[in-house]
């Protein structure tokens, strides 16, 4: 398993092309990135009352992650990482996760690997902070490392999940 052969990186990057466009995005968030859009910095989208309101604290958890997810897809990482940062439940590997994605995407990929192994610490099960950790290795062209999460990824769900699909394919193309 330490050696991707060639045919599971052509199956893989076979795999790879239906979902390239939602690599970022299997991450269980409410995926509704235009109610991210549309409330501005500092306020998070309510489903229940169809508004935005206030980030603050007092938010559920999952109002929180959710915001946070939604506004990391639509691209605003500096906005996700603020409502993040309120979760009441820090060590939440979703958020971490999140939090992780959101540095790694606005060019802090030493910060984004800190939330990613936070976040293992809190769930060593969670494929997607591994899949997003391998991004982030070879963001910084540590191959080996990426690699190293690939083997765990396939350890841990198996070489026909998504995540391991999706890292195997970029391992690929990073030769």
Not at 13 to 38: W, Y
Not at 84 to 93: G, H, I, T, V, Y
Not at 115 to 133: F, I, T
């Amino acid at each position: 398993m330490k050696r991707l052969t060639s045919a599971m990186a052509g199956a893989a990057i076979a795999m790879l092309l239906p979902v390239a466009a939602f690599s970022a995005g299997d991450g269980g968030g409410t995926s509704d990135n235009q109610t991210a859009e549309q409330c501005p910095t500092g306020k998070v989208w309510d489903k229940k009352k169809q508004k935005c309101v206030r980030a603050e604290t007092s938010l559920p958890q999952d109002m929180i992650y959710e915001g946070g997810y939604d506004l990391a897809m639509a691209g605003r990482y500096e906005d996700a990482i603020r409502l993040l940062s309120l979760a009441p439940d820090k060590n939440d590997p979703r958020v971490l996760n999140y939090l992780g994605y959101s540095h790694r995407k606005a060019g802090r990929v030493q910060v984004g690997l800190g939330y990613y192994e936070e976040a293992l610490r809190a769930n060593p099960d969670y494929v997607l902070a591994r899949e997003y950790m391998g991004e982030a290795y070879l963001t910084i062209g540590d191959v080996a490392s990426a690699k190293g999460q690939l083997d765990e990824i396939a350890r841990r769900a198996g070489t026909s999940s998504a995540e391991f699909a999706r890292l195997a394919g970029l391992i690929a193309a990073a030769g």
